[in-house]
């Protein structure tokens, strides 16, 4: 250790960055954490005086003026700053809002098209007053003459993708004549009248109860409606039509053949009158699910008629190549063995090869980096030399790892952290997931198979349970990383070759860590599901809570910064691997970064991209595609569904990919 101690004091760490302190506060740190933690990577303290000198006062922490060259940011604020609280009601309600739009409307992508929430206070007329966020809406005009009518649109319009969209006002008070208008209407329509009353504008009237599209002449409806009724606008955006209800009964067909892009749209016209929206922030009093559900059994069923001819020979055949190459893409290799002899196909990659991207694949999402890449590096010893951007990409993942705990160059140097810190999600992914890896398939025969049953994955040795290190090699592992955790920083590029010559020894016999491990997930009781983890009584620690763990770590962030500016040096300006480390250094900045607003670069399913592309760039190796053609098609499938939404078409809201997976 007494090399570590020259790199950096033991006292230095805990001390300048304010992350190893066991009685940091329970919430998260401010970001005035942040230049001293990055400053520790960049600038090494001085190393401490001989043992027989007096100690002298604890280093100074780095100036706060001027630039961090690792991170691109002012001192002080390489990290964002937490969240604000606000109103927990109000936070409450948003979420119960969110929640309930996403069940409505799943197929709807709110980054690019967001659904109506509130009124607009922009666009409106004068006489029209909003209150209660937006959602309230009162006249405050004379209201003499048809003149003094005035509307209010939403925020926006109302997606396509939403296939049926459905809001409800509720008249609060009629007011004196009750001359209300509850509808829709395009972008630029004159809000000094009410809906329905000009060109594409369409309105549902109280006094009268007369449907008006686009004309100052109604047309018979339904009933009139007044002080406490709950008025409910449904759009069909598959046929194009519009229904109203009244007090949760449908009123039948109002309008057909409307335009696109409309906004929900309410006038009023005399004093007093004052409505309620409700654009899901509330259940409404109409079932609208079940009107949905309708239309998705329809559309359904018209996907299902689709003819296919007398190609259906051919296309079974196709179909099962692709799925032949996504088991052999994602590494499952005796389900691929299985598929291709019942379908007479032949298995495109060797059996080997599929095995050793398997085991890369498990190290991954197992979090346990260091390994990964040395194993890259022995089986595909030229794979990250041509992959500079790859490389830096898995080392900043693997120092995502040291601070998780989870790396084995910080497992190794005594610092277990809670199983809670190193599990790997046991959910079932959609062919959409950023990477189907065998993980998923995996971990259910680990939860189907009780601890110690014995019970070996197809494929491996018989000291192999689920391809990672075994104990043993662990431990030799660790006593390799422990031995170079002093070297240099110049000594970087030269690190991977020596440990790949010293690891020969053990990784044709990868294996995880049957104690601790089951295929990346926490381990299992005998009853086959995970044992609880109390995170109360298990508060996350740095590195896993060792001391000498973060030292390891500190110097690898520093080899990390090198490794960065000579891959600036070499290959130009890199925006990616720029963002990639600020983010990855700004863990660093809070007592707790789990908890912090980057604290979601340590969730586990964070590594599922990573895994992604290093498996691509070993089966670009081999000539293979870097994706299977599977999920090529449903990408293709997914995109064509996007362009249907932004053409207008509604039914792309009830076929959506997922339902023909499951």
Known sequence: MSGQQQQLPLTAAPQASGIAAPAASAGPAPA??????????????????????????????????????????????????????????????????????????????????????????????????????????????????????????????????????????????????????IGLSAQGVNMNRLPGWDKHSYGYHGDDGHSFCSSGTGQPYGPTFTTGDVIGCCVNLINNTCFYTKNGHSLGIAFTDLPPNLYPTVGLQTPGEVVDANFGQHPFVFDIEDYMREWRTKIQAQIDRFPIGDREGEWQTMIQKMVSSYLVHHGYCATAEAFARSTDQTVLEELASIKNRQRIQKLVLAGRMGEAIETTQQLYPSLLERNPNLLFALKVRQFIEMVNGTDSEVRCLGGHSPKSQDSYPVSPRSFSSPSMSPSHGMNIHSLATSKGSGTHFSGFESSCSNGVISNKAHQSYCHIKHQSTSLNVPELNSINVSRSQQVNSYTSDVDMETDHYSNGVAETSSNGFLNEVDSSQLRRQLCGGSQAAIERMIHFGRELQAMSEQLRRECGKNTTNKKMLKDAFSLLAYSDPWSSPVGNQLDPIQREPVCSVLNSAILETHNLPKQPPLALAMGQASQCLGLMARSGIGSCAFATVEDYLH
Request: glycine share 8%; with cysteine.
């Open 32 to 181: 005035s954490a942040s230049a001293p933690a990055a400053a520790l990577l960049l600038h090494p303290p001085p190393p401490p005086p001989p043992a027989t000198a007096a100690p002298p006062p604890p280093p100074p922490p780095p100036p706060a003026a001027g630039p961090l060259p690792a991170l691109g940011l002012p001192a002080g604020s390489s990290a964002p700053a937490a969240f604000p609280h606000g109103d927990p009601a109000l936070n409450e309600q948003e979420k119960e809002l969110k929640r309930r739009l996403k069940r409505l409307y799943p197929a709807v992508d709110e980054q690019e098209t967001p659904l109506p929430r509130s009124w607009s206070p922009k666009d409106k007329f004068s006489y029209i007053g909003l209150s209660q966020n937006n959602l309230r809406v009162h006249y405050k005009g004379h209201g003499k003459t048809p003149k003094d009518a005035a509307s209010v649109r939403a925020t926006h319009p109302i997606p396509a993708a939403c296939g049926i969209y459905y809001f409800e006002v509720k008249i609060v008070s009629k007011g004196r004549d009750g001359y209300m208008g």
